[in-house]
């Protein structure tokens, strides 16, 4: 040992080992155990990241419809979660892209009667104007409201208007005045809108052709070209209604005809239609678009796929783990024996494939065209309605419609029934909670989206 | 020679590091099988859904873990209910893991839901593993909480001003509720007809010559209130629920009486009465650690609800304590009762637990009863008996009638004795 250099250098050699397995130890123990947390906690804010950007797509694409306006809306979508720095040498990344997969079929064994068809009432306007659309201040919401009119001897300096008048809920209630007139004397066909500090009216500078009885003059008040619908949106709940016509001239037109039709909703969260319907046994097409599919390779957290169909955003763990995790906009509810189902869903269209990569992908979303039809469905019939969709996800959505069927306490009245790939919804009314019919809102919004 | 020397340092080397590898690599499978066999909170998103009469937990994406480990505070009307998820009442409810989609129903009209789709379902939280998974609506009280966080509350600050509670729900919503001002209490005498009624404690003491106060809702009282020379009344369609407060009537012969159709809730009040006290709920008594005194001879003090609570209360009473549950459990482990006259403890459903309780009446006489065979008296624990007879009657209440003063003495008690049962 003395002076032996030989072992003095074993036992350096040895300390040094010794140093190696020590860190070499400690580096397992934390790679095995901290990193993956690390990296879970990173891949499950990627996860929330994608959720969140799909989830804002189904308001973008919603809005656009209800603008009338094609768009595009864009959005990025990160593909790459956030590395763990100085020890992860490849953060986990996914692909997004569009897959074939998501239809809607809809079926209406008892014939319904077809109210509204993208904002226009379908049959002339009936229901009388001295009986507004609900007794007292019960509309919570006025979704549609179309005028139809007839009228005979309006010449030149003669007029017919209807002034309708709709009151809010406020202390000191606000009033919203639209004046609808059909005067005789103008030659423009076109309708015009003025609005006034306190009054907004509708006018109708019609040609005598408008003003006949065969050929009825109608206006939908609520039509986004005119402002009453957002003058009207800023009125506190629950609103009233009230019509009054006046004839001006000598001698004093007639109207030989007059009605409306109006969907609201009421004060107690129940859609509600009025006037007649047309008999329409196909009153929508079905449609198969596709799925907006994000799929992550995580390295730690589970790897489950996000799809954006149908409006709603859907998380899959497997073929029966499936939720909703952004619903679409579907409300369901059940009263004084009426049902209502308000549903939007959304057909996107496009071209197969994905991307992949850390640069992240864009998505491009334009509205192609919207359908928009309001039915109203025998008040007995079993089954009434039924809408099927065809989804790989047909599970989350099963999830989806039995939750919101459940807590409308839509008993008999509303049964949810899945197998693979697909989940049908079966409206009935006369022996449930549903005795008077189910009025069902159904948006079809079409969009093509593009990925890149 | 010199070479096998160095071959030989070179095997001792190889070993050495064969050794020392081998010991690490033993140190690394233990210390590596306690880090990964520890307990984490689980990484899954755990939405918590409150809508008008329905709320709702989903599973919505991350790991799966088990799903009776949890327990779920739920804020009904005020009051926090616990669930342990763990119970046989989850056993149709909840699978054995929280997967992907999997529900849990807390409030709605669907069948299967905790609570009907009209009950006063406040707020709730979900805990795991220690650690919070979901919370919605309000918590119970001012922003406690039954985990260690308590910054994320989301409970009202306490009002300042008293007010008529018109919707019901304890906090001060403007456009709906109307302040009262402080003056018009301070006479002792409010009647808030159909609405409820909140005193907070910002606007002090009441104390006036007597008390009466009326409300058809819930009743929430945060000030001490004192009756100089006449009775003390509160009278509740709803709740009567005290914070902090105490209550005190002077004076030889003024009563005290609260009653409530709903709820009676006083955790660690104080009550001091020249008269009989009567207490009456139509829901539950809530006065654990309260002090109860009844001072004036020939008054009793008496308690009636459908449960009652009194588990480390103090009553004391110059003649007799009478409390009586109508249909649930009777709860009093170690209350102390001193009383004059006679002790009736008496319960219609759900037993008596008078666990390490220390009874003292005087020469009169412990009666404990029992209205259903199914029913028990536990008294566990070290209690003290003092009466007559160092016994503890053990009754069915048809045998105790009111007064059991002249009961007969049916299961002798010996002090000794760590548990008896009827």
């Known amino acids: 040992m003395n002076g032996d250099p030989g072992e003095s250098a074993v036992s350096a050699v040895v300390g040094a080992v010794l140093l190696l397995a020590l860190f070499s130890t400690a580096m397992s123990i934390y790679t095995i155990s901290t990193l993956p947390e690390w990296k879970a906690d990173k891949e499950e804010i990627q996860q929330k990241r994608v959720q969140a950007v799909l989830g804002d797509l189904r308001s973008d694409v919603e809005a656009l419809s209800v603008r009338g306006d094609a768009g595009p809306v864009t959005a990025a979508v990160p593909l790459e979660a956030a590395r763990v720095p100085l020890l992860q040498q490849t953060p986990a990344r996914g692909t997004l892209g569009l897959a074939d997969g998501f239809g809607a079929a809809f079926s209406f064994p008892a014939t319904p009667s077809l109210f509204l068809s993208d904002g226009a009432a379908v049959a002339a306007p009936t229901t009388s104007l001295a009986t507004p659309p609900c007794a007292g201040k019960c509309v919570a919401t006025l979704e ?23 009151t809010d809920s406020a202390a000191t209630p606000a009033t919203l005045v639209a004046v609808l007139s059909h005067v005789g004397t ?10 006034g500090s306190t009054t907004h009216y509708v006018q109708a500078n019609a040609g005598t052709a408008l003003a006949t009885a065969s050929a009825p003059y109608r206006v939908n008040l609520l039509d986004s070209r005119y402002t009453f619908a957002s003058a009207l949106s800023r009125l506190s709940e629950p609103l009233q209604v009230t019509f009054a016509t006046s004839l001006s001239g000598s001698p004093a037109p007639s109207l030989v005809a007059s009605g409306y039709t109006a969907v ?27 799925r907006l599919v994000y799929r992550p390779a995580y390295q730690a957290y589970p790897s489950q796929d996000l799809s954006f169909e149908g409006g709603g955003v859907l998380v899959d763990a ?37 991307v992949s990569g850390s640069d992240g992908a864009t998505v491009r979303v334009t509205h192609t065209a919207t359908q928009d039809v309001v039915l109203l469905t025998p008040a007995s019939c079993n089954p009434c309605a039924s809408i099927t969709l065809d989804t790989p996800s047909a599970a989350g959505w099963a999830n989806l419609l039995d939750l919101r069927t459940g807590l409308a306490n839509a008993g008999a009245s509303a049964t949810v029934a899945t197998a693979t790939g697909q989940t049908t919804l079966t409206l009935a009314s006369g022996s449930g909670p549903v005795t008077a019919g189910w009025v069902i809102h159904l948006r079809i919004i079409h969009a093509t989206v593009t990925v890149t | 020679m010199a070479s096998e020397s160095a071959v030989s340092s070179v095997v001792g080397t190889v070993l050495m590091l064969g050794i020392t590898v081998a010991v690490f690599g033993g140190f690394s499978v233990f210390a590596l099988s306690y880090v990964q066999g520890e307990a984490h909170a689980p990484r899954a998103d755990i939405a918590m859904v409150k809508e008008a009469g329905a709320l709702y937990i989903q599973h919505k994406g991350g790991e799966s873990f088990p799903a009776r480990g949890g327990t779920l505070y739920v804020n009904v009307g005020g009051t926090q209910v616990t669930h342990h998820l763990s119970d046989p009442a989850f056993d149709g409810i909840l699978s054995a893991s929280w997967q992907v989609g999997d529900l849990l129903c807390v ?66 919503t403007p456009g709906t509720d109307t302040t009262i001002n402080a003056t018009d209490l301070q006479d002792g005498s409010y009647d808030a007809g159909p609405y409820g009624l909140v005193i907070p404690a910002s606007i002090g003491p009441i104390s006036a010559a007597a008390i009466n106060f009326n409300a058809g809702g819930t009743i929430v009282i945060a000030v001490d209130l004192e009756a100089t020379t006449n009775p003390l009344s509160i009278t509740s369609g709803g709740d009567i629920v005290f914070d902090s407060a105490a209550l005190a ?7 005290m009486t609260l009653t409530a ?40 003090l008496t308690i009636t609800g459908a449960s009652v609570n009194l588990t480390s209360a103090t009553l004391s009473s110059a003649d007799r304590i009478l409390v009586t549950t109508t249909s649930g459990p009777l709860a009093a482990s170690l209350v102390q009762a001193q009383s004059s006259g006679a002790q009736i403890w008496k319960s219609n459903q759900g037993g008596i637990v008078l666990d390490a309780a220390t009874l003292d009446a005087g020469g009169s006489t412990l009666t404990a009863c029992l209205a259903t065979s199914t029913g028990q008296v536990s008294l566990a624990g070290t209690l003290s008996i003092t009466d007559g007879n160092n016994k503890l009657n053990v009754q069915r209440a048809s045998d105790c009638g009111t007064d059991a003063r002249n009961s007969t003495y049916v299961t002798p008690w010996n002090a000794t004795t760590q548990a008896a049962t009827e």
Request: charge should be negative; hydrophobic fraction near 40%; aromatic fraction near 4%.
């Open chain 2, 261 to 300: 159709a709903g709820n009676i809730t006083g955790t660690g009040l104080e009550i001091f009465v020249d008269g009989d006290l009567t207490i009456n709920a139509g829901g539950a008594v809530n006065f654990a650690e309260a002090t109860l005194s009844v001072a004036f001879s020939n008054r009793d």
């Open chain 2, 107 to 172: 409030q709605g009209a669907a069948p299967g839901c905790l609570y009907a789709a009209n009950a006063d379902v406040r707020g709730a939280i979900l805990v795991d593993q220690n650690a919070l998974l979901a919370e919605v609506g309000e918590r119970v009280g001012s922003g406690s909480s039954p985990t260690s966080s308590s910054s994320t509350s989301t409970g009202p600050p306490p009002p300042t001003q008293p007010f008529l509670d018109v919707d019901g729900d304890g906090v001060f």
């Open chain 1, 264 to 290: 609201f909703t009421d004060a107690n969260g129940l859609l509600r239609a009025t006037g007649t319907g047309v008999a329409t046994a196909t009153p929508i097409p079905a449609f198969a678009g596709q």
């Open chain 1, 144 to 166: 549609d409201l179309v005028l139809g009119l007839a009228t005979s001897g309006v010449t030149s300096g003669k007029s017919v208007s209807v002034t309708i008048t709709i």
């Open chain 1, 318 to 354: 497997g073929a029966t783990t499936q939720a909703m995790v952004a619903d679409p906009s579907l409300r369901v509810a059940v009263g004084a024996g009426v049902g209502t189902l308000e549903w939007t869903l959304i057909d996107l269209d496009g071209a197969a494939g994905g």
């Open chain 1, 186 to 195: 103008a030659s423009s066909s076109d309708l015009t809108l003025t609005v």
């Open chain 2, 249 to 255: 009537t002077l004076n030889n012969n003024n009563d």
